[in-house]
């Protein structure tokens, strides 16, 4: 076929496939963002609870190996300079979600917290940020259960 066929074809698909239900539907953008925000509420408490005590199991049933080995880092690179962590979640609102392919997103949110560095076995108070704002961004993999971390990152 001539390029001056295959344009013309190549548009009209484009066009016409969403609304044969090729596409996602506006249900299913606004069903996802909605699991990935519930999914999110349910993790970020937990996220605040293994930076103060080191348990990275608590995130399994939301982050992929990969995530949680970073966590483990990050938690071990705290201890093994004699702090930690004591964060308390306050909020998250999802500002952005792209999903693609069914089974990947995009997610940026702004996350309210209240941030404590503490001295590990003494509870001395380093340093406080409270209400401190946080641009997130997450990449996801859709699973059998449910949405999982891929990556987490907070942006400068």
């Known amino acids: ?10 548009l009209v698909l484009g066009l016409t496939l969403p609304l044969l239900g090729c596409g996602r539907s506006a249900r299913q953008e606004e069903r996802d963002a909605t699991s990935i925000e519930a999914m999110l509420e349910q993790y970020l408490p937990l996220l605040a609870r293994v930076y103060a005590d080191g348990d990275i199991e608590l995130l399994r049933p939301y982050a992929v190996e990969k995530e949680l080995a970073r966590m483990h880092a990050l938690v071990q690179d705290l201890a093994d300079q004699g702090r930690y962590l004591a964060p308390e979640f306050k909020s998250v609102t999802v500002e952005k979600t792209h999903v693609w392919n069914n089974s990947n997103a995009f997610v940026s949110t702004l996350e309210v ?7 590990l076995g003494r509870d001395e108070l380093l340093a406080e940020d409270l209400d ?22 907070i942006q400068e």
């Not at 704002?133 to 987490?152: A, C, D, H, M, P």
């Open 113 to 119: 917290w209240n941030v404590r560095l503490l001295v």
């Open 1 to 10: 076929m001539s390029r001056r066929v295959l344009i013309p074809i190549t």
């Open 132 to 153: 401190k704002n946080y641009r997130v961004k997450y990449q996801l993999k859709r699973s059998k259960t449910g949405w999982r971390i891929l990556f987490r990152a």
